[in-house]
């Protein structure tokens, strides 16, 4: 079945450097998201990509779709403290449904 | 405030208990969702209901019963749960067509059986 792998599963950084999580899909995607869920959280909805090559960015985290649209990553530029957290890719497989598929999830650490 | 409300916060149950959870979404979404969240599988879909018709059902052992009475409630009904079962449920909605289909979370459950 259609799986979305997320690696790393963990990431423990040092505050200000930078830290990058891909996802990636078997298939090919109508669209991806991306949501961070704090400690003790739940998911909450950053960015949605949708045109093959679309690169966004929203301060210092910059979104990239693949040109095939089937990967993902997400780049945090010199990390904080608060931007610990679970980061999630949300596949979504086609256009007219609501299911997305959520990717394993990558638990950053940020050691002051 | 999520605009997705869950009750209870917390939930402890015997394994031959019944309870419920509960689910009210104020934000007029067409779609509702549960999700079973523990740390061998982080976001694991097992409820779809689209209109108040369910329109996924991703093998979730019968001890599970869902229930969507209207648009704006979902209900998870449990009984004899076994302690693998204890996990953080979320419920979520969405609407299709509307900002993308992004899925708003609630605060979830934390269930543990014992």
């Known amino acids: 079945g259609q799986q979305v792998m997320q690696i790393p599963q963990y990431q423990h950084v040092q505050e200000g450097e930078d830290f990058t999580t891909y996802c990636n899909s078997s298939?090919?995607?109508?669209?991806i998201q991306w949501y961070k869920q704090r400690p003790g959280g739940h998911p909450v909805f950053l960015i949605q990509?949708?045109?093959?090559?679309e690169v966004k960015k929203q301060k210092r985290l910059t979104f990239q779709f693949g040109e095939a649209k089937k990967n993902s990553s997400l780049h945090i530029t010199a990390t904080q403290t608060t931007d610990v957290g679970t980061y999630f890719c949300?596949?979504?497989?086609?256009?007219?449904?609501?299911?997305?598929?959520f990717g394993t999830g990558t638990r950053l650490k940020v050691l002051a | 405030e999520t605009g997705v409300t869950q009750t209870p916060r917390h939930l402890v149950m015997g394994m031959t208990n019944k309870k419920s959870l509960k689910c009210e979404q104020h934000?007029?979404?067409?779609?509702m969702y549960w999700y079973k969240q523990s740390a061998k599988k982080p976001l694991e879909l097992m409820f779809v209901?689209?209109?108040?018709?369910?329109?996924e059902n991703n093998s979730v052992p019968s001890r599970f019963s869902p229930e969507c009475p209207n648009s704006s409630h979902l209900f998870l009904h449990l009984h004899t749960l076994q302690p693998e079962d204890s996990a953080l449920y979320l419920c979520?909605?969405?609407?299709?067509?509307?900002?993308?289909?992004?899925?708003?979370f609630g605060d979830g459950t934390r269930l543990s059986i014992l």
């Open positions: 949300a596949a979504g497989l086609s256009s007219g449904t609501y299911k997305y598929i």
């Open positions: 934000l007029g979404h067409n779609a």
């Open positions: 209901y689209s209109l108040e018709e369910r329109v």
């Open positions: 990509l949708v045109k093959s090559g």
């Open positions: 979520a909605s969405s609407q299709e067509g509307r900002e993308g289909d992004i899925v708003h």
């Open positions: 298939t090919t995607l109508s669209n």
